[in-house]
């Protein structure tokens, strides 16, 4: 069981625009900066979104992050059929023995 | 480039050891923090242990303390997970990562670079 909560699923036909939410709490996204991991089907994960809202080199301006609260959010604009595959958000929690946290990840699929 | 190879998973019957390595090149490798991440086949990821630059700082995940060891070796730009008294719930994939932040890794550190991974299973 995370201490992130993202929905499982997403969805949405090329060109739309998708957003993953990610939730957590006063110990990790109340305090603590968001990152979000991309995996596409039998690959590693790749970093996409780091420190809330930046993106690594190479990483398409069609993806982009939001921290609010205890709260983060990932879209994903024109989407694209490789674009389909999993993505987490990330952070760090403060409490005691916790350090690093992922989401339950949310499948995107393109319809 | 950057690359991050592991290597000594494998099969292995539960209570017994199993060494990870990760293998790093293309970057400066004493420079970072790195990590060690893993996924059962179909599920979520989980962090499971960091260690920086000079292997001062060392932490693990509550479900791997006082039975997995991290540790690394500068000199060979090699990182290494030692999993002793292994679980059936430790088969996963492991990931070797990198840190972002230069020298240290805490509040802020992302995983800008993977490996493949190296599948560990469990079973008697």
């Known amino acids: 069981q995370s201490v992130l909560t993202q929905p499982p699923s997403a969805s949405g036909t090329p060109g739309q625009r998708v957003t993953i939410s990610c939730s957590g709490s006063s110990s990790n996204i109340g305090t603590n900066t968001v990152h979000w991991y991309q995996q596409l089907p039998g690959s590693a994960p790749k970093l996409l979104i780091y420190?809330?809202?930046q993106r690594p080199s190479g990483v398409p301006d069609r993806f982009s992050g939001s921290r609010s609260g205890t709260s983060a959010s990932l879209a994903i604009s024109g989407l694209q059929s490789e674009d389909e595959g999993d993505y987490y958000c990330?952070?760090?929690?403060?409490?005691?023995?916790?350090?690093?946290?992922f989401g339950p990840g949310t499948k995107v699929t393109v319809l | 480039e950057v690359q991050l190879v592991e290597s000594g998973g494998g099969l292995v019957q539960p209570g017994r050891s199993l060494r990870l390595s990760c293998a790093a090149s293309?970057?400066?490798?004493?420079?970072?923090?790195m990590h060690w991440v893993r996924q059962v086949p179909g599920k979520g990821l989980e962090w499971v242990s960091c260690i920086n630059w000079n292997s001062g700082k060392i932490a693990y995940a509550d479900s791997v303390k006082g039975r997995f060891t991290i540790s690394r070796d500068n000199a060979k730009n090699s990182l290494y997970l030692q999993m002793n008294s292994l679980r059936t719930e430790d088969t996963a994939l492991y990931y070797c990562?990198?840190?972002?932040?230069?020298?240290?890794?805490?509040?802020?550190?992302?995983?800008?670079?993977w490996g493949h991974g190296t599948l560990v299973t469990v079973s008697s």
């Open positions: 990330a952070t760090w929690d403060g409490r005691l023995n916790a350090f690093y946290v």
């Open positions: 420190t809330d809202n």
């Open positions: 293309g970057f400066t490798f004493d420079d970072f923090a």
């Open positions: 990562a990198k840190d972002i932040n230069v020298y240290y890794y805490g509040s802020g550190s992302s995983f800008d670079y």
